[in-house]
């Protein structure tokens, strides 16, 4: 007999249906949170099978029980645990442990891509190309490469796994897995996520209104509280305010924090761990404790959300040789203008400020941190134009 302990997203879930492809009804699969996964280990250790070969994907376990398996191991029992993210690579120690962040140079892994190679490896699973396309979609899902190869198929699948129930996903994907030899979603499937594509836009354009930033562990945080579609809105947010280090999404209910970045030079894993969580460089989680809650929900309560920059301007715009104008809550207007190729000087409310910048991002990044700016509207430069004009004629 076989066991699947896996998380309980699309990349784990996957998981639990390659197992069942190749062990049919000889194996049992659970999927559970990250929180989750340590009391069923335990429970395995302590009341399952010595006999049952237990499989660990997607998720890792914690001191205690790293200890334990090894002991488990040691004594003849059979486990691997297969994962891909960063936090576990310690856990490759273990002749039961093997954890892979990227299967080659530029080519990240998911606990799915892993655990077929080793199904095939071990002679589980002989190769099939809609199962090698499935597993496919999901490693460009978990890793977020989809998006960098316009593979929305790949979103499609995730997007999809949200709408049916877990059992129901589990079934429909076996069944096209067992026969076809393409992957494909049916008619009903098609309609129903282009549905769900215009409900998750809205969706986010909604929550882009609701982003408020702060200075956290010397990160600025986007922070946003969001049940649902917490991937794609890391991802939007990020690019939309891509002044701020990091997205922290904020789910109360599950009283969990999941930390999103775009950013190559920011790794939110680091961030996760000072509040005792975990993941990858770009997306990670972690609880949200009492510290986390007085730093993301307490301390910000009462800041105003950030502002979109204008995005239908024709003069003003980013980077311009005419400089351009940002604008705040309490209506101040900064003029971010270049001094020579290598120099950017700031104007506030027509008045020369101190500060210079090396670059406009840096100066654009230091107005929007720091006098939480956004980029005016046409109509606002053209009269902050004039109105210089005029104190010139005065002067
Ligand atoms: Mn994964």
Redesign the pocket.
Same mark, same amino acid.
């Given at each position: 007999m076989y066991k699947l302990l896996s =998380?309980n %997203?699309l990349?784990?879930v996957s998981c639990g249906i390659l197992a069942r492809l190749a062990f049919g009804p000889d194996v049992s699969v659970r999927y559970n949170s990250i929180s989750g996964l340590n009391q069923e280990v335990e429970w395995f250790l302590e009341n399952g099978d010595p006999n049952t070969f237990l499989f660990i994907t %997607?998720l890792s376990v914690n001191e205690e029980n790293e200890a334990k398996l090894n002991q488990f191991y040691q004594a003849g029992g059979k486990v691997q645990l297969l994962d =891909? =993210?960063k936090t576990a690579l310690h856990l490759n120690d273990y002749k039961w442990g093997h954890v892979v962040v990227e299967e080659k140079e530029g080519r990240p892994a998911?606990?799915?891509s892993l655990f077929y190679d080793y199904l095939l490896k071990h002679g589980h699973l002989t190769h099939s190309a809609v199962v090698a396309e499935f597993v496919e979609l999901v490693r460009q899902y %978990?890793t977020w490469e989809w998006e960098r190869l316009g593979n929305r198929k790949a979103q499609r699948l995730n997007a999809l796994f949200f709408l049916v129930s877990m059992d129901e996903f589990e079934e429909a994907m076996l069944s096209r897995l067992k026969t076809g030899d393409q992957f494909f979603f049916n008619e009903f499937e098609e309609k129903l996520l282009d549905m769900e594509e215009r409900k998750t836009e809205r969706y986010i354009r909604r929550k882009k209104r609701e982003v408020v930033q702060a200075h956290i562990h010397d990160q600025w945080a986007g922070i946003v509280h969001a049940e649902s579609y917490h991937s794609e809105l890391g991802n939007e947010l990020s690019k939309e305010f891509s002044h701020l280090d990091y997205i922290a999404i904020l789910s109360m209910g599950s009283k969990r924090i999941s930390l999103r970045t775009i950013h190559d030079s920011v790794d939110v894993s680091r961030t996760a761990g000072l509040f005792g969580g975990g993941g990858h460089a770009k997306a990670a989680g972690c609880s949200l404790s009492a510290e986390a809650f007085g730093l993301f929900v307490t301390d910000v309560f009462g800041h105003e959300p950030l502002r979109e920059d204008a995005k239908r301007n024709r003069y003003n715009l980013l980077d311009s040789s005419f400089g351009a104008l940002y604008t705040n809550r309490q209506e101040d207007s900064f003029l971010l203008y270049p001094l020579s190729p290598e120099q950017w000087g700031l104007e506030q409310n027509h008045k020369q400020r101190s500060e210079t910048f090396s670059s406009f991002e840096e100066g654009e990044h230091f107005l929007k941190r720091h006098e939480t700016a956004w980029l005016a509207r046409d109509e606002v430069f053209v009269q902050y134009l004039m109105d210089a004009k005029k104190r010139a004629e005065v002067h």
């Open positions: =998380h %997203d990349d784990g %997607d =891909h =993210h998911s606990a799915t %978990d």
